[in-house]
């Protein structure tokens, strides 16, 4: 979805999404997975990482596969191979797990974002472009994709970071004069859905030729751009510097 470098104060603003949690001891750390600084590594640190990885790498596969709410933490425990008791040695509920990898997977993409948004100063470009990159991610790693499709209606922190971002890079675009919408936050709902829909589309075999580049051109008209802008836009292919860091997080 359309994202932008900076985290802003209303995405600092968004706390946790209300789900219950079981009633856990807080995890060895006593923080929040993956915050703080890290101990200088020993034997026991990297075998708790390598653990900790496999439970992220299972909840990402059975997450896609079945959803956020289907989802036990005994599918994920399974998945990882390793006892029921110790997911709660490194998480304090599915949904800390769920957050955790949401970082992890937003942090793998986000430097082919900022590269966009660094490197194309017109945000028409930059938007197509990064709409481009995660239609385009879904059918390069459908893991990934049907991940954010199976959580995006149910995880309440991924709708709210997702659409404070939509709505920061309409307005911007609107700032700038490229766009001429101004019911931003109508329209950053309509483009997560437009998103969201087009890479469950892509995903499930079914996609018109061409799907991805017409979802993004219809994007750009409805945020105001004329019909010849529009499809040129969506036509432009993906960077070399995009495939680039592609190929570098492939490696």
Not at 76 to 99: P, R
Not at 124 to 131: C, F
Not at 147 to 166: L, N, P
Not at 233 to 244: I, M, Q, T
């Amino acid at each position: 979805m359309v994202t932008r470098k900076n985290v802003s104060p209303t995405q600092a603003a968004i706390g946790a999404s209300g789900t219950n949690k079981k009633s856990r001891p807080a995890t060895a750390s006593g923080s929040e997975p993956g915050s703080g600084a890290r101990a200088p590594a020993t034997r026991g640190s990297r075998s708790r990482e390598r653990t900790r990885r496999k439970l992220i790498e299972s909840a990402h596969k059975v997450i896609a596969a079945k959803g956020f709410d289907a989802t036990t933490i005994e599918d994920i425990t399974s998945g990882a191979d390793v006892g029921f008791g110790t997911f709660y040695n490194h998480f304090t509920s599915k949904e800390d797990i769920t957050s955790a990898l949401f970082h992890d997977r937003a942090e793998e993409i986000g430097r082919i974002v900022d590269e966009i948004n660094s490197r194309e100063t017109d945000k028409a470009t930059s938007t197509a472009y990064i709409q481009k990159v995660f239609l385009t991610r879904a059918l390069h790693d459908p893991v990934w994709g049907w991940f954010i499709v199976r959580t995006q209606g149910t995880h309440q922190y991924m709708k709210e970071f997702y659409y404070a971002r939509a709505v920061e890079d309409i307005q911007a675009g609107f700032e700038q004069g490229r766009f001429t919408v101004s019911a931003t936050a109508t329209a950053a709902r309509i483009t997560l859905s437009a998103l969201v829909g087009a890479m469950r589309t892509l995903l499930e075999g079914d996609a018109p030729e061409q799907m991805a580049e017409q979802t993004v051109e219809c994007l750009m008209r409805m945020f105001g751009l004329g019909e010849e802008e529009s499809k040129t836009l969506a036509r432009l292919p993906l960077p070399d510097y995009v495939l680039s860091l592609w190929e570098e997080r492939s490696q």
